[in-house]
């Protein structure tokens, strides 16, 4: 594997409030890295910093496409630059757009795109991983489930054709048996050869799938490691799950 994404000492200020603490974390090519901790913690402050759309500080922030092996830095860069490089996210709350339809949402997915024939095939491909997309997908965003709209917002993410997919937790508020359809998608997604960072409340099921873990705590990284070696850690495991 190859460094995709390496962030060194990413700060993130909302006013006075200091959000995110000097940050640092590393991806490689091919892997689930999650992040995970409590409400507040400042996990889709630093998701959203990666993506462009918080203003923030970091020592480094550079990309590595897969397209040409070329670090690039992202920081100060708007999220269409970012989108363009390879970068993806479906965002906390799933920012569907209910007056457009199913179909229309994907599309919208594709919007640095014009290659017609292969939007189409990925609007396809976005149904063989949600098939009950595709059963409504003449319908409007808004008469959509919530588990139905998280899987629109991830179809649509994948519809700019990246390397590296962002989540902003894609669990929240599912049903337990939609959680676990999500996490299935999330690890179909990634044997398909997609680098994912996941942010999750759900930490039990995000340490499942995840190769390396950051745990968050009042904006700064407390532990790393791998998904495994979290899932087994003692104070991971009162704080997050359980006991």
């Known amino acids: 594997m190859s460094e995709m994404l390496k962030i060194e000492k990413l700060n993130v200020n909302y006013g006075a409030i200091h959000a995110v ?20 913690a400042g996990k889709s402050s630093v998701i959203r910093a990666i993506m462009g759309l918080t203003k923030s500080h970091a020592d480094e922030m550079t990309y590595t496409s897969p397209r040409d092996n070329k670090p690039v830095t992202i920081q100060g860069k708007p999220a269409e630059a970012h989108v363009k490089l390879g970068i993806s996210l479906s965002p906390e709350g799933r920012r569907i757009l209910p007056q457009l339809t199913v179909e229309e949402n994907l599309a919208l997915g594709a919007y640095i795109r014009s290659d017609e024939k292969g939007i189409a095939e990925d609007i396809e491909y976005v149904y063989s991983l949600f098939p009950r997309l595709k059963e409504r997908h ?14 629109l917002a991830v179809g649509r993410a994948l519809m700019s054709r990246p390397d590296l997919l962002m989540l902003d937790e894609p669990s929240l508020g599912l049903a337990p048996i939609l959680v676990d ?19 999750e409340q759900n930490a039990f099921a995000a ?37």
């Open 138 to 151: 003449k319908q409007k965003g808004s008469t959509l489930s919530g588990g139905e709209q998280q899987m």
């Open 181 to 199: 359809e999500v996490f299935a998608i999330i690890r179909e997604i990634n044997a398909q050869g997609r680098t994912i960072l996941l942010v």
């Open 21 to 40: 603490r000097d940050v640092s974390l590393t991806i490689e090519r091919g892997e689930i890295v999650t992040l995970i901790g409590a409400n507040g």
């Open 207 to 243: 340490l499942k799938v995840a190769h390396k873990a950051y745990v968050l705590e009042v904006g700064a990284v407390s532990l790393s490691g791998t998904g495994s070696e979290l899932l087994n850690n003692p104070k991971v495991r009162a704080a997050y799950l359980g006991g």
